[in-house]
């Protein structure tokens, strides 16, 4: 059904989720759809002598970056226990999507007292132009450890594979519990041996995926996330005794700080507050808006900030609704339909609503994206060109001016700038890679929007 603003959120959802099978790391299934991408990375993990096949590449390059892989999970998982009933067939491909990496994940946490981190020398992969069906860059496996932690990349881990073991709860049960034993032992791991990976790991995720915003919230959206899965009260007391009275980050929310998420899921001590730094009429609002209506706040892949933070409008809409609430931002009373109409908006902006007049996701709409930042995506696919293209034979399709040649359907670039305008080019990373973190959250505001196509 085509909503009043003219935008199919079904068509868009069904491509949000195919995205992820563009992102596949591993053996990839019959049942594979995007069929230009083929098999990589079937060696990793082989230098530590572990199985670590499989998993996400995070963006445009051929890393797996653990880290935010786990928050894209934890995201797809969420939009799936909120939303699932509304995606109708896209369901079963989007708890597809999420046992592609959970699979991963419980490798990446076989062994005990170990977490791996990351695959791959990010270094050594970002001075290639290369399909990943090609790599011969290093495949080095990282790991954290009790002498080396990592608690924001082993919580976040736990988060992803307590909310996926919701997700399974009632498919797969056996799986599920295995799913929700494992997060147990990871997050007693990431909260007996506390520390940053910045430190243990250094220069391998930073400055790439550098944590900035400390461990500890990553910790408690672990907990949060064993506590909805559980109902058990000691992850409940562990939230409550350990989340900032003042609300710490509280209009914080992406692959790197969660305490917004956290107030919105757990505890909503701070969940008003965060509605206020984003309404563009609040008083109290934090984040800045572009003259065409997009949100934006500092860093790159502004896209990022607009698909996380609708999609807890939307959820804490449904529990205002649930509790006959409003939210008052100093004079200014926010319904819950004010917090859906505001998550609409960012969600048409994306699809084409904006004064570009272009959609800003892969094959939606009739003007999109040409030349991602992706290297699948812009070298000629194994079936067009079988020969093995090296590490710096792909900078001249790097640097053409012409259109991808393979079509990533349904990825979403960074975006444009707060201008609202989109040079669409390959070499502006910041503004045409796409990113599973930006996809994830949009699942479920799409997923939302098309049972509710018009306001």
Known sequence: MVSVSGHDYGDALSKSILFFEGQRSGKLPPSQRLTWRKDSGLRDGFDKHIDLVGGYYDAGDNVKFNFPMAFSTTMLAWSVIEFGRGMGPDLRKAV??????????????????????????????????????????ARTAYAVSAQSPGSEVSAEIAAALAAASLVFKRVNHNYSDLLLSRAKTVFEFADKYRGSYNYSLGSVVCPFYCNFGGYEDDLIWAAAWLFRATAAPNYWNYVTENIPTEGGNFAEFGWDTKD?????????????????????????????????????????????????????LIVYANSLNRANRVVQCGSVQATSDRLIQVARAQADYILGSNPMKMSYMVGYGGKFPQRIHHRGSSLPSLDQHPQHIGCKDGTPYFKSSGPNPNQLTGAVVGGPDIQDQYNDSRVEFVHSEPTTYINAPLVGVLAFLKGRPNP
């Open 260 to 312: 917004a998420g956290i107030n919105v899921l757990a505890s909503k001590l701070n969940a008003d507050k965060f509605v206020c730094s984003i309404l563009p009429e609040s008083p109290t609002k934090y984040v800045s808006y572009s003259p065409g209506g997009l949100l934006f706040k500092p860093g790159g892949s502004n896209l990022q900030h607009a698909t996380a933070l609708s999609f807890l």
């Open 96 to 137: 597809d999507a999420v046992r592609w990496a959970t699979d991963y994940f419980l490798k990446a946490t076989s062994v005990p007292g170990l977490v791996y981190a990351q695959v791959g020398e990010p270094y050594g992969d970002h001075e290639c132009w290369e399909r990943p069906e090609d790599m011969d860059t």
